[in-house]
């Protein structure tokens, strides 16, 4: 059974940055993709960015280009999520989930299988 973990988030002033992190145990596979998600109150999940295990290759929604990196540590199994410039329409809650045997691409809630318990980030003044 895969088990997901994030942390890092918490309350920053707009212009400000966070690191996610999001630790993965449990699994057994190499070919599997790592997303970030997130869902503010009112809104429906969507998604943010995610990485492949198989070759490290990544992908990005417009809402990240530019401000946020995703990566990981293979030998920590886990992967994190930078997040830099952070205007207050990022708040949400960001969750890590889990997509096996696939890899880096437009994120869809549905294609994932396994997902952690949420860390609220909140951008205000």
């Known amino acids: 059974q895969l088990h997901l973990v994030e942390s890092g988030g918490g309350s920053v002033q707009p212009g400000g940055s966070l690191r996610l992190s999001c630790t993965i145990s449990?699994?057994?596979?190499?070919?599997?993709?790592i997303g970030w998600f997130r869902q503010a109150p009112g809104k429906e999940r969507e998604g943010v960015s995610c990485?492949?295990?198989?070759?490290?290759?990544?992908y990005y929604e417009e809402t990240a280009r530019g401000r946020f990196t995703i990566s990981k540590d293979n030998a920590k199994n886990t992967v994190y999520l930078q997040m830099n410039s952070l205007k207050p329409e990022d708040t949400a809650v960001y969750y890590c989930?889990?997509?096996?045997?696939?890899?880096?691409?437009?994120?869809?809630?549905?294609?994932?299988?396994?997902w952690g318990q949420g860390t609220q980030v909140t951008v205000s003044s």
């Open positions: 989930a889990a997509y096996l045997f696939g890899g880096a691409g437009p994120l869809r809630v549905d294609l994932y299988d396994y």
């Open positions: 449990g699994v057994t596979s190499t070919w599997y993709a």
């Open positions: 990485i492949a295990s198989s070759d490290g290759s990544t």
